[in-house]
């Protein structure tokens, strides 16, 4: 088992910036993938951005230029640098683990982001 623990979210103007952390525990061994999801009230959950254990980053075009995913292997803490935000961002920001070996998806409780116009 893995578990998941955001933190970072709160209210920002727009063009400002917010870090989000997300610390696991538990079994982490043959996890591949490690990502931030993101939903807005009335809309379904979208991907953010991921990592993969070799360091291979994607990002959705919303969040490109502006959104940097990183990890620190130390403190198995994964990490979500926003820059310039834009109302459009506010949500609740979710970390997502994926084992490919096991099919598994750990989640964590999320953590709110407003983003004030």
């Known amino acids: 088992q893995v578990q998941l623990v955001e933190s970072g979210g709160g209210l920002v103007q727009a063009g400002g910036s917010l870090r989000l952390s997300c610390v696991a525990s538990?079994?982490?061994?043959?996890?591949?993938?490690m990502g931030w999801y993101r939903q807005a009230p009335g809309k379904q959950r979208e991907l953010v951005a991921t990592?993969?254990?070799?360091?291979?980053?994607n990002y959705a075009d919303s969040v490109k230029g502006r959104f940097t995913i990183f990890r620190a292997f130390a403190t198995n803490t994964l990490f979500l640098q926003m820059n310039s935000l834009k109302p459009e961002d506010t949500g609740e920001y979710y970390c997502?683990?994926?084992?490919?070996?096991?099919?598994?998806?750990?989640w964590g409780q999320g953590t709110q982001v407003t983003v004030s116009s």
């Open positions: 997502n683990f994926h084992s490919i070996y096991t099919a598994q998806d750990y």
């Open positions: 538990g079994s982490i061994f043959g996890i591949n993938i």
């Open positions: 990592i993969t254990s070799s360091g291979s980053t």
